[in-house]
């Protein structure tokens, strides 16, 4: 059984720090990584995609990976009170392109206080 | 780029009739897409993945034969809630599969059996 493991939250932070938000995943044979947000009652938004291990910038979003040690990560500088929403974090399987469902955590929810 | 689209966004129905909902990428082509539920607080739970041209492989304890799925070309793939009833009633998503494993989620349709 894949698991994709994130903690539940709700982590809350002040508005302009710095949201740090974690997921490991057992398949150690997954090539892609993924952070997607969903705001209550919405569909999920893909916000980052990673697939090399170090790390990834796309404004204030940074994706971090570590193959290694079955980790991936999502930082959000400068947090907004729009930033709050709850973040899945998903991983492929061991086949990319091979039309197999992604594997998702259950979400951590994020809440910026202003 | 990567747009999906979902059709209807909102259907409520009387219990016992069927209610189609359409999904679309609009930009790009998707031999697979995926349908998920989700109920008010709880995870995306896959329901099933369909493939351009073949059966729809559904995940346990999903019954074919009232989820119908039918994907008949690479940019459409459909869900047919057959005799609906009340416990139906859940936030349907669809997701179409793009480069590397990434997928790219429709905006979610809420259907409500009366």
């Known amino acids: 059984q894949k698991e994709v493991e994130q903690n539940s939250g709700p982590l809350s932070v002040p508005e302009g720090a710095i949201a740090s938000l974690n997921c490991t995943y057992s398949d150690r044979g997954s090539q892609s990584f993924f952070w997607y947000r969903q705001y209550s009652g919405k569909s999920p938004e893909l916000i980052m995609s990673i697939y090399s291990n170090g790390d990834k910038e796309d404004g204030r979003f940074t994706a971090q990976l570590n193959k290694a040690s079955q980790y991936v990560s999502l930082l959000i500088r400068d947090s907004q009170p729009s930033d709050s929403a709850t973040y899945l974090c998903a991983v492929n399987g061991r086949d990319s392109n091979s039309g197999y469902a992604l594997n998702f955590g259950k979400g951590t929810s994020l809440l910026v206080t202003p | 780029g990567a747009v999906v689209s979902q059709h209807p966004s909102r259907v409520i129905c009387k219990s016992g009739t069927s209610v189609k909902i359409e999904c679309r990428s609009l930009d790009f082509q998707a031999t697979t897409m995926f349908w998920y539920r989700q109920f008010p607080k709880q995870s995306l739970m896959l329901m099933a993945t369909?493939?351009?041209?073949?059966?729809?492989?559904?995940e346990q304890g999903v019954e074919k034969d009232k989820f119908l799925i039918n994907h008949a070309s690479l940019t459409l793939s459909t869900l047919t809630v057959t005799s609906a009833h009340p416990e139906d009633s859940s936030f349907y998503i669809c997701?179409?599969?793009?480069?590397?494993?990434?997928?790219?989620f429709g905006p979610g349709t809420r259907l409500t059996v009366l």
């Open positions: 997701s179409a599969q793009g480069h590397m494993d990434t997928q790219y």
């Open positions: 369909s493939n351009e041209g073949s059966k729809a492989t559904y």
